[in-house]
């Protein structure tokens, strides 16, 4: 068990370490997701024990075969994911399948429950929306299911931190420029493209 989850666990439980931890690597991305946010918990699972280097592709290939994947955060620091999927935990996984995989993945309890504390750092955190596996039209009228891409993945904060206090700071002056074609702007002044 990891440092942080130790900590957690013998300071609030087990129940309460995992809410924090999830709500902490769903930080960037819960605010896009389907449904409402007090049922959300009944669609995730912590998964733990991940190298850090990690990326959602690789959580997507080890949890698609359940169900469909609304969202996939991973977290390197706390080598942690939360995978969200499009229906209920209990519809897509047997009480046997979730036994079996005690201590590498669990259901995630209310997110309201965990403690109030920022584990994850938001520069940590890889986050894939929808990473759906496309199909591929074959002669003969069946589809086949490709693995080469997957769907959009991101790094939230779009801005490194340090762009992003200078930014803060200066007024606005820190952020980088975009070069369009012999024109720069702020990307965040959509004034000067025009």
Known sequence: ???TEATLTSRYGAYFARATMARNILAPVAGTLSGHPSE?????ILVR?????TVP???????DMFASIEAIAVSGGLGMAVVVFGVAVADCMSAAVLRTGAGFFEP???LHLGPPLVLAAAMDIKVALHPKKPTAAVPGGKDVVSSSSLGDEIRWPPVSIS???????NGGS????????GR???????????
């Open 1 to 3: 068990m990891p440092a």
């Open 40 to 44: 959300l918990h009944r669609r995730c």
């Open 49 to 53: 024990r991940l190298p850090s280097c």
């Open 57 to 63: 592709g690789e959580v997507c290939d080890m949890f």
């Open 108 to 110: 995630v309890p209310p």
């Open 163 to 169: 762009s992003l206090s200078g930014w803060l700071m």
């Open 174 to 181: 820190g952020l980088p420029r975009l070069n369009l074609g």
């Open 184 to 194: 720069s702007c702020n990307k965040y002044d959509l004034g000067n493209l025009f």
